[in-house]
């Protein structure tokens, strides 16, 4: 009996070490609402996914405000799916012309890096034109907390002078089999 667990205690760190978590994880966009509350300050032209593979969906968001917005606060929750979205980990509200001058919140630095390189959003306030995020899919590489496999829903408002003018809600899942690697 004691061999056997000595055996099994072995295998196990030899899995533990040698599974490459890349090949074991699906972690893509299922749905996306984006939601502006006045058209005279934010208009959409398109916010839509495309699927490019059984795994990989890119997020194709163009935005255009059409004035300068210099105080911009970002209210982001992310939701858990069980039985209907439940309130999961994360409820921040981050100054985005203060966290583009300097990261500053860790949760919205994890956000920001994800799409950081398919973005024009790399610049301080004030804000105004086109704001394009194109062909953005998740990377696993480049999630530093570790997630329990599930549905998951980014809610993120959106407000300029302490008005609210749009809404970005983003659906992904993240699944986490070892035994596939």
Known sequence: MRCQLMICAAIGLFLAFNINVNDAVIFKFTNIVCESYNQSWVVFRYCRLKAVGRDK???????????????????????????????????????????????????????????????????????????????????????????????YLLSMRWYFGRRLQFDTNISFVFVEDLLKS
């Open 57 to 151: 969906v890119h997020l194709n968001i163009n935005a255009t405000i059409l004035h300068p917005a210099y105080n911009i606060t970002n209210h982001g929750k992310i939701f858990k799916r069980a039985s209907g979205y439940k309130p999961w980990l994360l409820d921040t509200t981050v100054d985005a012309c203060r966290f583009m001058r300097k990261n500053y919140d860790p949760f919205a630095k994890i956000v920001f890096s994800l799409f950081r390189e398919f973005s024009n959003i790399n610049h301080t306030c004030p804000y105004v034109g086109h704001q394009i995020l194109k062909d953005f899919y998740l990377k696993p590489e480049l999630l530093m907390l570790p997630f329990p496999t599930g549905d």
